[in-house]
């Protein structure tokens, strides 16, 4: 059974950093498109970062680009989030997704993880 398992999530103050993990068992992942997606208290889950299947295209949102860094690791079927620079406005529940098409090009997730909050203080 296909399985993603975020980790890392916590609370931080603003300014300060947290790496995300995301576990993936299950199936081939390594052959999937890998995203992180958020979602604020009141608001819709939103878009924030996603990987080609070999981690040579990345996209980000406007708001996290420049901050936030996507990558993977497919011999440990495994991707991260690093997320710099961090502001209140960042605190979310974070959730790993995973698309069987091998590059995002911003389709529907096939694949969710169960979502790491995220908590950043002023």
């Known amino acids: 059974q296909a399985q993603l398992v975020e980790s890392g999530g916590g609370l931080v103050q603003a300014g300060g950093s947290l790496r995300l993990s995301c576990a993936a068992s299950?199936?081939?992942?390594?052959?999937?498109?890998m995203g992180w997606f958020r979602q604020a208290p009141g608001k819709e889950r939103e878009f924030v970062a996603a990987i080609s299947w070999r981690g040579r295209s990345t996209y980000y949102a406007d708001s996290v680009k420049g901050r936030f860094t996507i990558s993977r690791d497919n011999a440990k079927n495994t991707v991260y989030l690093q997320m710099n620079s961090l502001k209140p406005e960042d605190t979310a529940v974070y959730y790993c997704?995973?698309?069987?098409?091998?590059?995002?090009?911003?389709?529907?997730?096939?694949?969710w993880g169960k979502g790491t909050l995220v908590t950043v203080s002023s």
């Open positions: 997704a995973a698309s069987t098409i091998s590059d995002y090009r911003g389709q529907g997730m096939d694949y």
């Open positions: 299950g199936r081939t992942f390594s052959n999937y498109a």
